[in-house]
């Protein structure tokens, strides 16, 4: 099946520091990806939809400003949580769709972010 | 906000019986998906079922879908201990084309 990688695995920084996450297709192209973050216990909550070559479509109550996404080739997104704070601590993790097909979404492994 | 709404949020039984995990949801919908995912690990994919389809297997998993009640049903026969997981029921929005991932439903399985 499709692999989908997130690189790095988990991260820990300081505050008002910024921080990027990638998100790979690793044997397919990927026009769309997700990205969401999840809280402890919590369930996956939808950030935005990244597509490629285009701006992300982000989900109300996501800022953009500070969630930085791009999408600039068809198997790598990247998140950037820019100054982040302690309350951006959570899981994000990322899911790509194989060749445009919404039944197809594969999902990466998550990256663990801790902010100090 | 939220589109699956899962019943119940936890669930402990015996090795061996079987586990039920109820989804709702709010909007007509292309598909439905149930994923797995282990305490701190990424999203494993269990079954998808397409709107117009009723009942699926996947060796001991059974999903139901009803779409005139906007619901769906995960049901594990003789559970395992390596079942212990939250699992979790994401719509597939029609329109939106985005999956929407319900609260999860945190099951525990005893040895």
């Known amino acids: 099946g499709a692999v989908v990688s997130q690189h790095p695995s988990w991260v820990i920084c300081k505050s008002g520091t910024s921080v990027k996450i990638e998100c790979r297709s690793l044997d397919f192209q990927a026009t769309t990806m997700f990205w969401y973050r999840q809280f402890p216990k919590q369930s996956l909550m939808l950030m935005a939809t990244s597509n490629e070559g285009s701006k992300a479509t982000y989900e109300q109550g996501v800022e953009k400003d500070k969630f930085l996404i791009n999408h600039a080739s068809l198997t790598l997104s990247t998140l950037t949580v820019t100054s982040a704070h302690p309350e951006d601590s959570s899981f994000y993790i990322c899911s790509a769709l194989a060749g445009g097909n919404y039944n197809e979404q594969f999902f990466g492994p998550g990256t663990r972010l801790t902010v100090l | 906000s939220q589109q699956g709404e899962e019943d119940p949020q936890a669930l402990s039984i015996q090795e061996g019986e079987n586990a039920t995990m109820n989804c709702s949801y709010k909007?007509?919908?292309?598909?439905l998906q149930w994923y797995r995912q282990n305490s701190g690990r990424g999203l494993v994919h269990l079954i998808l079922i397409r709107s117009n389809e009723r009942e699926k297997h996947s060796g001991r998993l059974r999903v139901t879908l009803d779409t005139s009640k906007k619901s769906s049903s995960l049901l594990i026969t003789a559970s395992r201990a390596a079942d212990t997981a939250s699992y979790f029921c994401a719509p597939f929005i029609q329109g939106a084309q985005k999956l929407v991932f319900g609260q999860g439903t945190r099951l525990t399985i005893n040895p």
């Open positions: 909007t007509s919908i292309n598909n």
